[in-house]
């Protein structure tokens, strides 16, 4: 199993669905992680004592997703000199748009990274790009990573071309 090095923490269990995609983007790095619930405003001393303590627990970064109010990730990025990235969770009346205004709108000296509404899979990607700074092994996995989409994005648009009568398939030895 490999280390823990990226924190994960939601406002609430409601949150997991979205949440969980962090840790599949992370998964497919071998990247270690956990997963918490807390509250900023149901439960202030815990996301104290997570924020204070995730650097000396070895974590690298944490991501913090919230819907409506949405101020966890903001009170962890007050609590910690680790790099916080905001999950804005999509929730009734106002689809997100609350969470999002929340995540994006801290106070100067205390940034959040912030990823679109529900983007728990790219905010898993950027926790793996934030630790590939200091890492040429991840840095490498991260370039292939890359090669894949665009594979896909080609693989795709020649299934079109296709489908249309007009692809032009490469003959070996092309690039």
Excluded at 13 to 41: N, T
Excluded at 52 to 62: E, M, Y
Excluded at 70 to 84: D, E, R, W, Y
Aim: a negative charge; hydrophobic letters at 45%; charged letters at 20%.
């Amino acid at each position: 199993m490999p280390e823990i090095q990226v924190g994960i923490i939601m406002g609430s269990d409601s949150d997991l669905p979205i949440m969980q995609k962090c840790a599949d983007a992370l998964d497919e790095f071998g990247i270690g992680w956990e997963m918490v619930i807390s509250s900023a405003h149901r439960h202030p001393e815990k996301t104290a004592r997570y924020a204070r303590g995730a650097a000396d627990a070895g974590l690298k970064v944490i991501i913090a997703g919230a819907g409506g109010a949405a101020h966890l990730p903001g009170v962890i990025a007050s609590m910690t000199l680790l790099p916080v990235i905001g999950v804005p969770i999509a929730i009734e009346p106002l689809g997100g748009v609350d969470s999002l205004y929340s995540i994006v709108q801290m106070p100067q000296g205390i940034p959040v990274a912030t990823v679109a509404i529900n983007g728990a899979y790219n905010a898993g990607l950027l926790a793996v790009h934030i630790m590939a700074a200091h890492d040429e092994k991840m840095r490498n996995r991260l370039n292939i990573y890359r090669q894949k989409l665009a594979a896909k994005v080609e693989e795709k648009d020649c299934a079109l071309r296709d489908q249309l009568g007009r692809c032009k398939r490469p003959e070996p030895g092309d690039q």
